[in-house]
């Protein structure tokens, strides 16, 4: 029985103050989803304030990116062991933003998805399809050359200790969300994928679901069969609403 996760994508918002407060928020609320997994992501400088504020609660916390680089000449960048020094337990890789923005394509992902297993963090890999690709017919095979970058240089194995966001780019931030027999569809798509080269990886990792979730659709987005709880992004910055879409997968 897999459990729910909801993790919280703070991306490029917060200040020492109002991470303080939000904080306090949800860590005040979160025994109301005992069985949920939650986990927050806050910009890399705020993560040592996030870790000091979390130890001990039951709310995890991790990264929005990491370098595929240990250490060395690499300017700006954030190692594993770096992340693992703040008790990091997940590393986003591979998000959309990241890919659209910052030109990181799929085989700089997979190498970022590697550095955070071989570090000991749980990377949660963000896969997904513009609204063109949609509109194109070819979401699947998106879906799919995103995962196969990752599986030909890990294994599908690796995947036991990952977790995978299916996050429609065209839901993300837009306040469209997929409907939850859209999203289902595709993470339905991504565990029979894996079931085909390991049954046992395709029954254990959980896909969240990316892209404009809110406490009014969590319910019934966390209820179809295959999606194992959210990547939240806007709602993960208010504690009242991500503690909403927290209790809904209790
Ligand atoms: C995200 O950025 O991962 C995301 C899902 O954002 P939002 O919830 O704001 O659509």
Known sequence: MRQILVAGNWKLNGSRDSIEQLLSGIVAGAGAAANV??????????????????????VAWGSQDISDQD?????????????????????????SERRSLYAEDDAFTARKFAAARKGGLIPILCVGETLEEREQGVTESVVARQLDAVIELEGVAALNDAVIAYEPVWAIGTGKTATPQQAQDVHAFIRGKLAELNVGVADKVQILYGGSVKGANAAELFAMADID??????????????????SAGA
């Open 229 to 246: 709880g959210g990547l939240i992004g806007g709602a993960s910055l208010d504690a009242n609403e991500f503690l909403k879409i927290c």
């Open 71 to 95: 250490s060395g000449a690499f300017t700006g960048e954030v190692s594993a062991s770096m992340l693992n020094d703040f008790n990091c337990k997940y590393a986003i890789v591979g998000h």
């Open 37 to 58: 997994q939650i986990a927050v992501c806050p910009p890399f400088v705020y993560i040592p304030q996030v870790a000091e504020r979390l130890a001990g609660s039951p």
